[in-house]
């Protein structure tokens, strides 16, 4: 089992930036993937960014150009690193790691973007 906790989340100016950190401990040998996801008030949880343990990165087109998704792995740790931030990204970010048929979810990290 995977053990997820987030951080770093926080209220920011439009146009501001903010760094989010997931720190996996547990099983995490043969983690496939990791993903952070998002979900707004009234709204369905979505995909934000992917890494993978071969190093693809995906972004959802959102925010593609604005945010970055990077790795740790001395730290067991992923980032999300949020620039130009926009008042459409404020919602709870969970952080999910896939591996092999099972998925883990973090507590989630609150973030407020104010216009």
């Known amino acids: 089992q995977v053990q997820l906790v987030e951080s770093g989340g926080g209220l920011v100016q439009a146009g501001g930036s903010l760094r989010l950190s997931c720190a996996a401990s547990g099983s995490i040998f043969n983690i496939n993937a990791m993903n952070w996801y998002r979900q707004a008030p009234g709204k369905q949880r979505e995909f934000v960014a992917a890494i993978t343990s071969g190093g693809t990165i995906n972004y959802v087109d959102s925010v593609k150009g604005r945010f970055t998704i990077s790795r740790d792995n001395a730290k067991n740790t992923v980032y999300l690193q949020m620039n130009s931030l926009k008042p459409e990204d404020t919602a709870v970010y969970y952080c999910?790691?896939?591996?092999?048929?099972?998925?883990?979810w973090g507590q989630g990290t609150q973030v407020t973007v104010s216009s």
């Open positions: 999910n790691a896939i591996k092999e048929a099972f998925a883990s």
